[in-house]
């Protein structure tokens, strides 16, 4: 992977550049915690909006759950709305989907409804198992979509950093199972493509990643044909080695005849850029809201 030079890393690099706090000072806690009074008060307003919540589970365990927000024309028989799913960063060991619910009332309020995903995390389960619960957790969205009024046909799929990767491993080719169509679109945030630099690193310490395992778990390493359209982009404040996974996974997709848009957001930092994700009026939030646009 010449376009991501991260063997010619020390240890102590790959360390460095595979920690996005190390680009803000070290403390990403702020952020998290924005996360959760964002997603409070989204919920508070999809509810004042009129929307059904549902919490739902596609699996026995009790983190394989996700939130739901159905926007209230659902309740009043009106044409099947599209669906934008999110799933949460936090390198597969932290946050959950309540941490994740802050696009819920801009969904609503455009007749977009809304799912945070949540699932095990890291030691509990280990990445197989949990790039295993994301694509359930997508495969049950899309068959109950329309018995909930949801447009099958219409469901984006949006990550961050490891939320984007879990994303891309629903669009790989061969990830679902037969019957079941990929999703209309990818929003692909601060995501990591290429698993092999994290091991030896602190963040392996929870994974325990093995070398042949890393390239199987690794979209960049996997087939991308008829993979979705996508938005790939990450933060102007990250590291060299994010932005050059993010880089290299477009120019993949491209070579395999996918449509990608890719972009830089300025003045965002690996943990804010995803706060846009539904926002009009900024890059991400734009973005996002463009693919429910195009059927195309």
């Not at 702020?30 to 964002?38: D, K, S």
């Not at 799929?157 to 079941?180: F, Q, T, W, Y």
């Not at 169509?181 to 601060?190: D, E, F, K, N, R």
Request: net charge negative.
């Amino acid at each position: 992977m010449s376009d991501i030079p991260w063997q010619q890393l020390s240890a102590a690099e790959r360390a460095r550049e595979y920690s996005p706090s190390s680009c803000i000072g070290g403390n990403y806690q702020p952020f998290v915690e924005a996360y959760r009074a964002r997603s409070a008060e989204a919920h508070a307003a999809a509810l004042a909006l009129g929307a059904r919540w549902i919490e739902g589970h596609y699996g026995t365990a009790p983190s394989q759950r996700l939130d739901l927000y159905l926007p209230p024309a659902m309740q009043r028989g009106a044409a099947p709305c599209p669906l934008l799913v999110f799933i949460h960063g936090g390198y597969w060991q932290e946050l959950s989907a309540r941490d994740s619910r802050f696009a819920a009332a801009r969904c609503v309020e455009r007749g977009i409804a809304f799912a945070a995903v949540d699932y095990t995390l890291a030691p509990a389960a280990r990445v197989p198992q949990i790039v295993d619960e994301c694509r359930a957790a997508f495969v049950d969205l899309a068959r109950a979509a329309p018995g909930l009024g949801i447009d099958p046909a219409l469901v984006v799929v949006a990550g961050s950093s490891a939320g984007a990767h879990l994303a891309a491993m629903i669009g790989v080719e061969g990830a679902l199972p037969g019957g079941v169509a990929p999703p209309h679109a990818l929003v692909l945030v601060s995501g990591i493509y290429l698993l092999e630099p994290l091991i030896g690193t602190p963040i392996d310490d929870a994974l325990g990643l093995q070398a042949g395992e890393a390239r199987v778990l690794s979209p960049l390493r996997l087939p991308l044909r008829g993979f979705p359209r996508s938005a790939v982009c990450w933060g102007e404040v990250e590291t060299a080695q994010f932005k050059a996974q993010s880089r290299a996974f477009d120019d993949a997709l491209r070579a395999a005849g996918a449509a990608t848009q890719r972009f830089e957001v300025p003045g965002r930092n690996h943990f804010d850029v995803i706060l846009d994700l539904a926002e009009p009026g900024t890059t991400l939030g734009n973005a996002t809201l463009q693919l429910f646009d195009n059927r195309a």
